[in-house]
């Protein structure tokens, strides 16, 4: 750390007032800026976060953004977390990816429908990055249906046995702590049967397997994870509340879907920033590119693109503040903001020419990270099954 001084960039030294959470995105954009644009390169290339930074990142407090108060987070709403997610984006998604499924997938389950008990066992070490919370649901057999997962969670004397396993699982390979969904009834094949257990890592009965080889996000971890004969108490399951398990990952997922469409706007506006750069210094036929209509058209369709997303996110994000049901927004959100940043990807890479195919240039990285946002925490085509779904339900 240069002339970045840590002590007085902890995030939990503010009051959250509408001042505070500026200071906070002030303090986002000078530690992106001086520290995790400077390193991006190293997160490609060792496919890790360097260790030093991810202490950063913690001493700040980022893993607690969400967290509440009581329990050693910062407690952000939903709209100052989309307000921080943008501005972590502007850097290289793994970074974001680090504490995000922490702050969000993998924790938001305790938070939402978790008891006291369990809150107090782990928001606190979730808060701090002491541990990184994981979310497992997606199953070898069930991806978009996720109703239809078959590991199953069998009671045995004050507990359950899990056996099954999961695919896809980022951080697996780093978590402390799984939310992990499994079927208590079997009798019910659908979404009803389904219970959400929190396991803690170094449960004997579970493993973790060899990171995936993925298109991006190289630095950002996932894996499958097995569970054999893997033995819980009765307090592990969440909420002390059989067969809500699913209900609870749709809840959670309301919230994540509005935090990727915020780090869609995030990236969309840094390749805008690196394309219109790129254009303005590039010579060609005598002058910058950025001087000819047909690179000015595609840079104002990414401008308008990017800013209509970022009004989205903000208002769904208002509403959910405000006690909103923001399920369908939220599904909107997820869909435009996530192909939005795909087709601004596209543009910035053109916009660099034979240059935006070399890895020298971080659009190049970008353009293959920003492919999963149309994938996880649900597809392009699950949003518009949700959209629609939620439509046709109002309107009857
Ligand atoms: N909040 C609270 N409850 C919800 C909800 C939400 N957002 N969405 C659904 N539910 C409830 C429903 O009300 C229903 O309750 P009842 O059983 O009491 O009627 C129950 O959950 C089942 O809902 P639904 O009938 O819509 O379930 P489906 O099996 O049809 O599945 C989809 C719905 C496809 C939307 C769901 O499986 C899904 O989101 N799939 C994508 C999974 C995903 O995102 N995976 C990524 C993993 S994380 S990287």
């Given at each position: 750390?240069?002339?970045?001084n ?28 001086e520290r ?26 980022l893993f607690?953004l ?10 952000l709403?939903m ?5 921080v997610v ?17 702050i ?11 008891t006291?008990?369990q ?7 979730l808060?701090t ?30 507990g359950?046995?899990i ?59 996932t ?57 303005m210094?590039r010579?060609q ?8 209509q047909?690179?000015?058209a595609?840079?104002a ?17 208002k509403?959910?503040d405000q ?5 369908e ?5 997820k869909?435009f ?14 916009i ?12 190049e990285?970008?353009y ?8 996880y ?20």
């Amino acid at each position: 750390m240069d002339d970045l001084n840590l002590e007085n960039l902890n995030l939990d030294n503010l009051n959250l007032d509408e001042e505070a959470i500026n200071e906070i995105l002030t303090t986002m954009s000078k530690f992106v800026r001086e520290r995790l644009v400077p390193n991006e390169k190293r997160v490609e290339t060792e496919g890790a976060i360097p260790p030093e930074i991810l202490d950063e990142m913690k001493t700040i407090g980022l893993f607690g953004l969400t967290i509440p108060e009581e329990y050693g987070g910062l407690g952000l709403g939903m709209e100052a977390e989309a307000r921080v997610v943008i501005e972590v984006s502007k850097a290289a998604p793994a970074y974001r990816s680090a504490f995000a499924t922490t702050i969000g997938i993998g924790s938001q389950g305790i938070v939402i429908d978790g008891t006291d008990a369990q809150k107090e066992r782990y928001l606190p070490r979730l808060a701090t990055g002491e541990i990184i919370g994981s979310f497992a649901l997606t199953e070898p057999d069930s991806g978009s249906d996720a109703g239809a997962l078959k590991t199953s969670a069998v009671r045995d004397g004050d507990g359950f046995v899990i056996n099954g396993s999961k695919r896809y699982i980022t951080n697996a390979p780093v978590a402390g702590v799984f939310t992990v969904f499994a079927r208590t009834n079997p009798d019910e094949k659908g979404s009803r049967g389904v219970s959400a257990f929190l396991v803690d890592a170094d449960n004997p009965g579970l493993k973790v397997g060899k990171p995936d080889r993925k298109m991006g996000h190289h630095g950002s971890l996932t894996a499958d994870v097995y569970f054999d004969d893997c033995r819980v108490t009765h307090t592990a399951l969440l909420g002390r509340k059989m067969e809500q398990g699913f209900k609870t990952a749709m809840k959670v997922l309301d919230r994540g879907r509005l935090h990727i469409a915020a780090a869609s706007v995030g990236i969309a506006e840094r390749l805008i920033a690196d394309a219109l750069s790129y254009a303005m210094d590039r010579k060609q036929f005598g002058q910058p590119i950025s001087e000819f209509q047909l690179i000015q058209a595609m840079l104002a369709d990414c401008k308008t693109e990017a800013y209509v997303a970022r009004c989205a996110v903000l208002d769904a994000a208002k509403r959910r503040d405000q006690g909103e049901d923001i399920t369908e927004l939220a599904s909107c959100c997820k869909l435009f903001c996530t192909e939005m940043v795909g087709r601004v990807a596209d543009r910035a890479v053109q916009i660099h020419g034979g240059a935006g195919y070399i890895s020298d240039y971080m659009v190049e990285q970008f353009y293959r990270d920003v492919r999963l946002y149309r994938l996880y925490e649900g597809t392009s085509q699950i949003q518009q099954l949700i959209i629609a779904r939620q439509m046709i339900k109002r309107a009857r």
